[in-house]
């Protein structure tokens, strides 16, 4: 709840002063300017006049901004789809359950929904082999069996993949997506707090972000997170938690930029507000508990960022 204060100043400083919770406090305030030459004070040509100052519990003031990284700063679904196809048919996977005579090959339709279920490539193929069962390949002679086996086999296979997603990132093919650069740049010229957190591997997304938003930028970051940062996964919030830990501000002064719902679930569960910027395979999902939802970031400017977080603040 808010409660307000009338307090009384001259209308030069009145006209001046504003008031912060992360500042001097208000009170420290009014001792220091309430201070004035018994001239002044004894002047009938000075007036004084009511300020109201609302002073919110709950205030928040937007201090950092958080991206994720797929989808957000560049749509890479096709790519990675594109980078596990290839990894699948490099070591001649085979699912038991497929009655094709070609290696394991995910579609579109299937990965769209798929990665908008399971966060990070290694959870992603360790649900689907265990629910068509676990794969013959050129890994092993046979399907592992045990847990080791079945562990390297993740890691064999996600080591090429993130390669292979490499070799295409780098191919300059790839543009990040409209409005991204911009909003970056907005928000380290007016001293907020910048970070990218994703769920991918750590080598992967270090490779988009020199090659997308270049190395100047990429450096600039006040915390950048990846998913072998943290032991669970997006949805879980973890790696929203532990940004806020490194960047050294509350959960609720933080926006997050997501493309997707489990990214959303990721960030609210964190405690922080969460704008979408959807991409046509996310563009369907239920993004009900964002504070907004954007088609893409190109006519999105901080103070847009700022007022829905203010919006945010009013709605609770």
């Known amino acids: 709840m808010a409660s307000s204060a009338v307090l009384l100043f001259p209308p030069n400083l009145s006209n001046s002063l504003s008031f912060s919770s992360r500042?001097?406090?208000l009170f420290s305030l009014f001792k220091t300017h309430t201070t004035f030459s018994s001239a002044a004070a004894n002047s009938r040509t000075t007036s004084f006049r009511p300020l109201v100052v609302t002073v919110s519990a709950s205030s928040r003031a937007?201090?950092?901004?958080?991206f994720d990284c797929d989808g957000v700063i560049l749509e890479s679904e096709h790519l990675h789809r594109q980078a596990y196809n290839d990894a699948f048919a490099h070591f001649n996977v085979r699912c038991p359950s497929s009655s094709s005579s070609q290696p394991l090959n995910w579609s579109e339709e299937f990965y769209d929904e798929l990665q908008n279920q399971i966060g990070g490539g290694k959870p992603k193929m360790r649900w689907y082999f265990k629910e068509h069962g676990w794969p013959t390949s050129t890994v092993f002679d046979s399907s592992p069996e045990n847990d080791e086996d079945r562990a390297k086999l993740i890691d064999i296979l996600?080591?090429?993949?993130t390669e292979r997603y490499k070799?295409?990132?780098k191919s300059g093919t790839v543009e990040p997506r409209p409005g991204v650069l911009r909003l970056m740049d907005e928000a380290k010229a007016s001293g907020r707090k910048l970070a990218v957190c994703s769920a991918a591997t750590k080598s992967s997304v270090i490779l988009c972000l020199e090659n997308l938003i270049g190395m100047e930028r990429f450096q600039s970051l006040d915390c950048f997170l990846a998913g072998d940062d943290v032991k669970e996964k997006k949805p879980d919030p973890s790696i929203y938690l532990t940004a806020a830990k490194r960047l050294?501000?509350?959960e609720t002064d933080c926006l997050v930029v997501e493309d997707s719902v489990i990214g959303l679930q990721a960030a609210t569960g964190a405690g922080m507000s969460c704008v979408i910027s959807y991409t046509p395979s996310t563009a369907n999902q239920d993004f009900k508990e964002a504070a907004a939802v954007y088609p893409d970031l190109s006519n999105v400017r901080l103070t847009d960022l700022?007022?829905?977080l203010k919006n945010v603040v009013a709605a609770n």
């Open 23 to 25: 500042t001097t406090p």
């Open 167 to 169: 070799e295409i990132i």
């Open 62 to 66: 937007l201090q950092a901004l958080i």
């Open 248 to 250: 050294g501000v509350s």
């Open 306 to 308: 700022e007022a829905v």
């Open 158 to 161: 996600q080591d090429w993949k």
